[in-house]
């Protein structure tokens, strides 16, 4: 692979970082005070919608959507230093660019997978930036890591008119909090008892207001209720019933959408790890130089001075392999590049989470305090080890398709 960008992207590259430091960077601190005065936490400050209207002002929208029909058209390769920029402001970068999650992954499915009614419903106020949405599949009562355990039931109405009833209870719902928030894609089973496990799951469109939707409590991570991203919910669904026409795709497909989505959204999160590495070092490396302990500059301590560099090494490392499964997915497929997508959601979360932790320790009490973003920036990348799949399974799957190749040798 070509190591360089190509001209789009460098140009790309140059206007959003212009966009970052002029209006991104400056917009943290204003964003804070204007949610305390807030009536909700749940709220958009004002800020945010400033920044959306200014990024799609300047062509810089959408760009995580590779169909040229509703997105930027770019590959993942040209979009991945774009998304590492975006990680260095977690909070605000990606919903300024209507590039957060989940409502990206969301758009992913729809375009791909929604009808036209679907799309023109849907899709065209998400990607305006009008509305945000959720994907609900992960639950409290199984262990989610194995998708196939999903207890939802998504059952045909008794009265043979053809609508879907959903009953179930789903946790750690992304974003359901905003109240921008008017759509779930919503993934249970239509047939529980298949010979298939992985043909048991389908997914359903259910609008926020649906009657027997309840949006129970917000769930904390970390301590972090995460108000810029809309929080992470618990929502109980109760004989709630969507026409069939919102079933998204075909009965029995949810999985593969499941996994068609999780794709794309897995290098994603690894793209913007990288920025979120990137501003720990800045911040480490500013703390370094400009405090000073039993005599000398923080820089002048060994030990400082090993764990920059450390962490440069290793993001250098990490970014590598993140452009490297981007390339093939752009040259081979997402099937093609599954060893690299696990390898890097195993590699990228946790080099991350060790660069920030150094830096907090470096930045001693205001490591963990809300005077500076680290303590935040630890906790989303230690839940991105959780998040779309736990390391534990993408180890298990590297490691059986590793051991597969000398069985078969004998």
């Known amino acids: 692979m070509d190591f360089a960008f190509d001209a789009r992207t460098e140009e ?58 509703y997105g930027a058209g770019l590959t993942n390769l040209q979009y991945a230093p774009l998304a590492e920029i975006t990680g260095r402001s977690p909070q605000l970068a990606p919903t300024a ?16 997978f929604g009808s036209p009614a679907q799309r023109k419903q849907w899709l065209e106020p998400l990607l305006a930036g009008e509305i945000r949405s959720a994907f609900a599949m992960t639950e409290p009562e199984v262990a989610s890591s194995d998708a196939t355990n999903i207890e939802t039931r998504i059952d045909k ?32 089973k239509t047939d529980p008892d298949g010979p298939d ?12 207001d649906a009657p027997g939707v309840r949006v129970r409590r917000a769930m904390r991570v970390y301590g972090y209720e995460d108000h810029s991203h809309g929080g992470h919910a618990e929502v109980v669904f109760e004989d709630v019933r969507v026409p069939a026409a919102d079933l998204v795709g075909e009965e029995g497909g949810g999985f593969a959408i499941a996994q068609a989505r999780l794709g794309p959204g897995r290098i994603h999160h690894c793209m913007r790890l990288i ?21 000398r500059p923080l ?25 490297k499964t981007a390339w093939l997915m752009d040259t081979v497929g997402n099937r093609g590049a599954h060893t690299e997508i696990q390898a890097i959601k ?20 205001g490591g963990v305090s809300q005077d500076f973003p680290l303590a935040e920036l630890w906790a989303s990348a230690r839940t991105l080890m959780l998040a779309d799949g736990p390391d534990e399974v993408h180890q298990r799957s590297l490691a059986r398709r590793e051991l597969k190749r000398y069985a078969e040798q004998g």
Not at 197 to 208: A, D, E, I, K
Not at 304 to 319: F, H, L, N, P
């Open 12 to 69: 790309l590259r140059a206007r959003l970082l212009a966009f970052m430091d002029e209006h991104v960077y400056p917009a943290e601190p204003v964003a804070e005070e204007q949610r305390a005065a807030l009536a909700s936490p749940w709220d958009t400050p004002a800020v945010v919608e400033e920044l959306k209207a200014e990024a799609r002002r300047q062509g810089l929208w959408n760009l995580f959507l590779p169909d040229e029909e």
């Open 275 to 295: 920025g979120m590495a990137e501003r720990a070092i800045e911040l480490m490396c500013r703390r370094a130089v400009s405090r000073t302990a039993f005599g």
């Open 97 to 112: 660019l209507n590039c957060a999650a989940p409502d990206t992954g969301n758009m992913e499915v729809l375009a791909q």
């Open 299 to 323: 820089a002048a301590q060994g030990q400082v001075g090993a764990w920059i560099a450390d962490a440069r090494v290793t993001v250098e490392q990490v970014r590598l392999l993140v452009l």
């Open 157 to 188: 109405a008794a009265d043979g008119s053809g609508d879907y009833v959903v009953n179930g209870r789903k946790w750690y719902i992304s974003g359901a909090m905003n109240p921008e928030c008017r759509i779930f894609i919503v993934m249970g």
């Open 346 to 365: 195993i590699a990228t979360p946790r080099a991350v989470v060790d660069i920030i932790d150094r830096a907090v320790q470096l930045h001693g009490a």
């Open 197 to 208: 496990v992985r043909r048991q799951q389908s997914m359903v469109l259910v609008p926020r």
